[in-house]
Nanobody, 124 residues
Framework: QVQLVESGGGLVQAGGSLRLSCAAS????????MGWFRQAPGKEREFVAS????????NYAASVKGRFTISRDNAKNTVYLQMNSLKPEDTAVYYC?????????????????WGQGTQVTVSS
């Protein structure tokens, strides 16, 4: 079992930056692939970014590529999402997820564990 706790969300003006963190606890969490997803009001949850267990493979949604950076520190069992040049359309609840197969998956069905989410609001 893996527990995931997100932090770092908040209110920021358009063009600003935020850094989300996802702290993982539990057995062999450092061997898990990790991902970030988001859900805006009235919309389905969507993929944002993912990273494989060793950081060797990374994927981004087209809407965030070049603005967001995912990274991980396995010594701290933490995954980060650095978000720059934020836009109002980035407003959503951001979820951290973990998959046992260790890959940088882009589909929600790949993931076995989910955090509770952290709110990101970007004002115009």
């Amino acid at each position: 079992q893996v527990q995931l706790v997100e932090s770092g969300g908040g209110l920021v003006q358009a063009g600003g930056s935020l850094r989300l963190s996802c702290a993982a606890s539990g057995r062999t969490s450092s061997s898990y692939g990790m991902g970030w997803f988001r859900q805006a009001p009235g919309k389905e949850r969507e993929f944002v970014a993912s990273i494989s267990w060793n950081g060797g493979s990374i994927n981004y949604a087209a809407s965030v590529k070049g603005r967001f950076t995912i990274s991980r520190d396995n010594a701290k069992n933490t995954v980060y999402l650095q978000m720059n040049s934020l836009k109002p359309e980035d407003t959503a609840v951001y979820y951290c997820a973990a998959n046992r197969v260790g890959i940088a998956g882009i589909e929600q069905r790949t993931y076995d564990y989910w955090g509770q989410g952290t709110q990101v609001t970007v004002s115009s």
